[in-house]
Nanobody, 123 residues
Framework: QVQLVESGGGLVQAGGSLRLSCAAS????????MGWFRQVPGKEREFVAT????????FYAVSVKGRFTISRDNSKNTVYLQMNSLKSEDTAVYSC????????????????WGQGTQVTVSS
């Protein structure tokens, strides 16, 4: 069983930055691929970024590539999402997820999900 708790969301102006964190419980964090997804009310959940168990490779949605960076610290059981050059269309609830394999996780097949943290970008 893995519990995921996100933090770091908030309100930011367009062009600004935020760093999201996702802390995982348990001793098996390093055995999971991790990812970030986002969802806007009325729309399907959208893939943002994933990272393998070791931290390399990483994968990004086209819409965030070059602006967002996913990373992990296995010693702290934490995965991060650094978001730069934020746009109003990045406004969403961001959730982290854990899965057995990065390819499956990138397709949304996760074993565990966090509750999410709201990110609002004002234009």
């Amino acid at each position: 069983q893995v519990q995921l708790v996100e933090s770091g969301g908030g309100l930011v102006q367009a062009g600004g930055s935020l760093r999201l964190s996702c802390a995982a419980s348990g001793r098996t964090f390093s055995t999971y691929a991790m990812g970030w997804f986002r969802q806007v009310p009325g729309k399907e959940r959208e893939f943002v970024a994933t990272i393998s168990r070791s931290g390399d490779p990483t994968f990004y949605a086209v819409s965030v590539k070059g602006r967002f960076t996913i990373s992990r610290d296995n010693s702290k059981n934490t995965v991060y999402l650094q978001m730069n050059s934020l746009k109003s269309e990045d406004t969403a609830v961001y959730s982290c997820a854990a899965g057995a394999a990065v390819a499956a996780l990138s397709a949304g097949r996760a074993g565990y999900w966090g509750q999410g943290t709201q990110v609002t970008v004002s234009s």
